[in-house]
Structures are given as structure tokens and as C-alpha cells.
């Protein structure tokens, strides 16, 4: 599994930043301020297999991690180590959004011809 310095670095990057978009990794990892130059750059390494085995192995160690947290003697650590392993496994909870709309409806007559009433 050879990889450059910079493709270490931007997997290293995806790594530690799970939020954070391949873009925003190569823009941090690799010599470009140009968002397309980046993406492009991201698109391409994400399709190389020994950056993909690299980012396989990593993840894999963070699953058992998670795993192994879930029995810490920390509550607080243990839930939410629980909770992302029921997350992963079984979907996040949707959540029910309710909303109310009113409609408004106005005819003008613009056109100067309207009657008088009186």
C-alpha cells in the first residue's frame, strides 16, 4: 500500500475529519486554492484503490473501537458510542416536522374601468 506524502495526507485528513467533504480535504492537503482543481484532485484519489484500502483499514479499527466503547465505565462515553453503533446499524430516527401554510389570494383591477357603487 504505497502512497505518496500528500495522499497520506489527504486520507489521513478524510480520517480525522469525517464531516468534512474530499474537496475541503484536498484543499487542505494538497498546493491549490481553486475549489474545481480540488475536486477534481479528491474525485480521483477516492477512486484509487491503495487510497481506498488505506481508508478500509482505518475505518475498520474505528469500528471496533466504537465497539469496544459501547462497555466503557463512562456513561456518558458508553451511550454515545451505543447510540452511533444503533445509528450505523439500523438508520437515524427520522423526525416528524409539521408545518401550516395559509394562501392568499388578491385580484386587482387595474385596468380604471371599475364601477362605482353607491
Aim: aromatic share 4%; net charge neutral.
Amino acid at each position: 500500500m504505497n502512497l505518496t506524502r500528500k495522499q497520506k495526507a489527504f486520507a489521513d485528513h478524510l480520517l480525522d475529519n469525517p464531516k468534512q467533504s474530499a474537496t475541503k480535504a484536498a484543499l487542505a492537503t494538497y498546493d491549490t486554492d481553486k475549489h474545481y482543481v480540488a475536486k477534481n484532485i479528491a474525485s480521483e484519489n477516492l477512486t484509487k484503490p491503495n487510497i481506498q484500502l488505506y481508508l478500509d483499514k482505518h475505518i475498520e479499527k474505528a469500528k471496533n473501537r466504537v465497539v469496544e466503547l459501547i462497555d466503557s465505565t463512562k456513561e456518558d462515553i458508553a451511550l454515545r458510542a451505543s447510540d452511533s453503533v444503533l445509528d450505523r446499524s439500523l438508520g437515524k430516527a427520522t423526525q416528524r416536522l409539521e408545518t401550516q401554510s395559509t394562501v392568499v389570494t388578491l385580484n386587482l383591477d387595474l385596468s380604471g374601468d371599475a364601477e362605482e357603487t353607491s
